[in-house]
């Protein structure tokens, strides 16, 4: 590797960071954007989230328990320690940090004044498992994945017993109502709604220790009220590796991060490329001015690869 004029390592040359299989991809990326590492240090990190406002970065660093932040005049730094093992992260309507937490197996959210309220810790009756991951709809509700993950080691948050089967939820933040939209995964993930919220994109990571894993990326209709969801067939499996966190882009692409890299998904379904990175990618999202560059928590090291597309949702 070598380093840019910025003080960037450069991971790859142009040509080498991004293998294109379909002509639609070569007008999402850029001939002259690297990969660039920004920080590493970390241990397994996860749930980026842009903060436009602040022109700065938030992500988790899930086994050293801590919120990390980065930007571009000041670098890393930790932003909270202890983070109660939080994972993945959103911003509301109102720009709120909304964060999945593992260790106290809640959702919380923090308030422009700096305090945090716990959003919700149990359904139906029982506690959460781990919440994994989670995004908001433009009608305000907030959607999360609750899978056994983070409940089953401790390096993630502690090892403690399930009280309920893995499921998805949909969260109203005005009446603090929890339902089930779906609970038939093996370990649901990372998800995300296609530009128009007409479907969901859900990841089915799969269980650990079982022989044929479901790994899926898994694509539902939402009805049109928003109140529960149809379908959930198969929309892509991720390999090497498996789907976790992931974004959908301007013109609904789909961009998961797996075991090579980051893979963009055509809202057809068709593998249109890929960005190579040397370290397994957990999760990313868009960010900076435009939304059009890309963050990658790769298991130990934060990336960056400015593209030609936008983030479907800026926040
Ligand atoms: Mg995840």
């Known amino acids: 590797m070598e ?10 040359q142009p040509s080498e960071c991004t293998v294109s299989f379909d002509r639609r991809f070569d007008e999402l990326v850029l001939f002259n954007a690297e990969l660039e590492l920004l920080a590493e240090g970390f241990r397994w990190v996860e749930g980026p989230v842009w903060f436009g406002d602040h022109n700065c970065l938030l992500f988790s660093d899930i086994p050293n328990n801590r919120t990390m932040r980065w930007s571009p005049e000041h670098g890393v730094s930790v932003f909270r320690e202890p983070s109660d093992y ?7 309507r109102q720009g709120r940090l909304i964060t999945c937490h593992h260790a106290s197996r809640c959702l919380t959210r923090l308030e422009a004044d700096g305090t945090q309220t716990t959003m919700a810790t149990s359904a139906h009756g029982k506690r959460l498992n781990a919440p994994n991951d989670v995004v908001v709809k433009r009608d305000g509700s907030i959607w999360f994945s609750d899978p056994l993950y983070g409940l089953l080691n ?5 090892r403690q017993p399930s009280e309920q089967p893995p499921a998805l939820y949909r969260l109203d933040p005005n009446t603090g109502a929890i339902e089930a939209m779906a609970s038939d995964f093996d370990g649901p993930n990372g998800l995300a709604f296609s530009p128009d919220e007409r479907k969901l994109y859900v990841a089915e990571s799969g269980a650990p220790g079982v022989a044929e894993p479901r790994q899926y990326i898994r694509v539902f209709d939402v009805a049109a009220d928003g109140l529960s969801l149809s379908g959930g067939e198969i929309f892509q499996k991720i390999t090497p590796g498996w789907a976790d966190g992931f974004r959908v882009d301007e013109h609904g692409n789909i961009w998961c991060g797996a075991a090579d890299g980051v893979h963009c998904i055509a809202p057809d379904g068709t593998l249109i490329g890929k ?8 999760n990313l999202c868009f960010g900076d001015r435009f939304h059009s560059r890309l963050f990658l928590c790769a298991s130990t090291a934060l990336y960056a690869l400015f593209t030609n597309t936008r983030g479907a949702q800026a926040p």
Not at 86 to 92: E, K, L, S, V, Y
Not at 154 to 158: F, P, S
Not at 275 to 282: F, I, T, Y
């Open 3 to 12: 380093r840019g004029a910025a003080g960037l390592l450069l991971v790859n």
């Open 86 to 92: 939080a994972n993945g992260q959103t911003r509301d």
């Open 154 to 158: 401790d390096y993630e948050g502690g």
């Open 275 to 282: 960005v190579l990175v040397p370290k397994r990618v957990s």
